[in-house]
């Protein structure tokens, strides 16, 4: 197929120190990779390149790691790990997906694959099933002496994980010989995820407390001949400056039912192709979805709030999306059973037909 995948996986730069924090040796790895991208391309005669377009835009990832050498009484954990995840721009198509679908499922049949077992594999299946085990001790073994359980609760290990955002725009193209696409005439949706953090902690004693933010979402109807008059079906509507003054929030729902009498958009609702800061995002705006995880030896607690999530249900709108992606898996599935069935007629052969022995001839 002349369809491929490029992946380039940008610059990578990792950096290895031993540091001194709070009178403690530290190994600290520091990991950044930045400019990784993938495209779709196609190659002409002679695997020359003809064409290529992003699916993902430059991304960089950044990631820390430290570790204590030496476990005293200070107050910072055995492992911290931090990472942050710069905002990504998808480009997704119908051929684009096709295309994904039929490189994962080849990577995922056992063609041209050989197993071959190691010389311990091969020592381990020879021996006997007796000596597998090891060589059986005699006599009397030592038994060490039970220490009494440190009182002191100290921190294993912290996580930290930052997403600035996400952002996966679908075309259904006209064209589909074509591997670009034109926003203006075949955006399909726009699908949008801002400001994700996620902070975990384990201790000594086996209490875990895990936190989540997820700050808005966003789906929007992109399509250029759209019969929808709401093209926003998913959003986050936030009030801002809201406080608890009832007659604040009165005032606030007057001039935004004024700003929509007059065709205007209120502030508060995002817009969905502009790119959002995350980090100001969080300071201006209530999380969408905040989630608290608490876990211990006797019980486990879950604390889970949602606010400022509004939907507009468009059935026809929503199966379209569906639609979008059962395309691309269903076609390839009917491929892999055309290819299965074909190879299952070339293995196996017809039984001959035995043809009756001959009458003897009266006499």
Same mark, same amino acid.
């Given at each position: ?54 699916? %993902?835009?430059? #991304? ?15 107050? %910072? ?8 995840? +710069? =905002?990504?721009?998808?480009? %997704? ?19 041209? /694959? ?16 007796? @000596? ?34 996400? @952002?996966? /725009? ?34 000594? =004693? ?10 808005? #979402?966003?789906?929007? @109807?992109?399509?250029?001949? *759209?019969?929808? $008059?709401? !093209? ?24 935004? $039912? ?5 065709? =205007? ?8 192709? @502009? ?11 209530? &999380? ?5 995880? !608490? ?30 992606? $059962? ?8 491929? =892999?059973? +055309?290819? *299965? ?18 009458? &003897? &001839?009266?006499?």
């Amino acid at each position: 197929s002349p369809d491929a995948l490029l992946a380039r996986l940008g610059d990578l730069n990792i950096r290895n120190s031993f540091t001194m924090e709070a009178k403690v040796p530290v190994d600290k790895i520091i990991v950044n990779l930045s400019s990784m991208q993938v495209s779709r391309a196609k190659f002409g005669d002679q695997q020359t390149l003809s064409a290529q377009r992003l699916l %993902l835009e430059p #991304v960089g990832l950044h990631v820390e790691v430290w570790r204590l050498l030496h476990v005293g009484s200070s107050g %910072l954990p055995q492992v911290s790990i931090s990472g942050k995840l +710069e =905002n990504f721009k998808i480009h %997704l198509g119908q051929p684009d997906l096709k295309t994904i679908f039929a490189i994962l499922s080849a990577g995922e049949s056992d063609e041209g /694959i050989v197993e071959v077992d190691t010389p311990e594999q091969q020592q381990q299946e020879e021996a006997p099933e007796g @000596d597998r085990d090891g060589p059986q001790k005699s006599g009397t073994q030592e038994v060490s002496p039970r220490t009494a359980p440190n009182p002191i609760i100290r921190t294993k290990l912290t996580l930290k994980f930052d997403m600035d955002g996400m @952002d996966l /725009i679908l075309y259904k193209a006209n064209n589909t010989e074509s591997i670009f696409y034109s926003l203006d005439q075949d955006g399909f949706s726009h699908f949008q995820l801002h400001g994700i953090s996620l902070d975990a902690e384990t201790r000594d =004693n086996n209490t875990l407390e895990a936190r989540f933010l997820l700050q808005m #979402v966003m789906l929007d @109807d992109i399509r250029p001949k *759209s019969p929808l $008059a709401i !093209k926003k079906m998913i959003y986050h509507y936030n009030k801002q400056g809201t406080s608890n003054d009832t007659s604040t929030q009165i005032q606030a729902e007057e001039d935004i $039912a004024a700003d929509k009498e007059n065709g =205007n958009v209120p502030t508060s609702v995002l817009t969905t192709l @502009d790119v959002v800061d995350a980090a100001s995002a969080l300071t201006s705006h209530k &999380p969408l979805v905040r989630m608290t995880y !608490k876990q211990d030896e006797a019980s486990q607690d879950l604390d889970l709030s949602m606010e400022g999530l509004r939907i507009n249900l468009c059935i026809p709108y929503l199966l379209a999306v569906a639609e979008f992606f $059962a395309v691309g898996s269903t076609r390839q599935e009917e491929g =892999n059973v +055309e290819r *299965s069935s074909s190879s299952g007629a070339r293995g196996e052969s017809t039984p001959a037909v035995t043809s009756p022995p001959p009458t &003897p &001839p009266s006499q």
